[in-house]
């Protein structure tokens, strides 16, 4: 029994991150402007700009999506809820080297 409550808060723990992830995502993706008018700015810097988010968008809205379904179907296992935060974790801590091994795939920089 408490081993399924402490599943539960890291499961719980585990959606926030994800939904917040996915809305800093979404709000970044958003905030970019559309039209750049300036003749000094390069036309293709929006799309420099969104190309990691075309990657990280999927990936935290799948996760968000699988924990939303563990949470409703009260699955609290180890080998479901454990890898999903420890992938969380890693990409809170190392979340700048991940950005940056990213945009080095960027065909617009």
Do not use: W
């Amino acid at each position: 029994m408490k081993n399924e409550k402490t599943l539960r808060v890291l499961l719980i723990i585990s959606l926030i991150y994800s939904v917040y992830q996915v809305a800093y995502l979404l709000f970044t993706y958003i905030k970019v402007p559309f039209d750049i008018t300036n003749p000094l700015i390069p036309k293709y810097l929006i799309d420099y700009v969104r190309f990691p988010i075309y990657f990280l968008f999927p990936i935290f809205l799948a996760i968000s999506i699988i924990c939303y379904n563990l949470i409703r179907n009260k699955a609290y296992q180890h080998k479901s809820i454990l890898p999903i935060f420890g992938v969380l974790v890693l990409y809170h801590f190392f979340e700048v080297f991940i950005y940056q091994f990213i945009q080095s795939f960027n065909p617009y920089g």
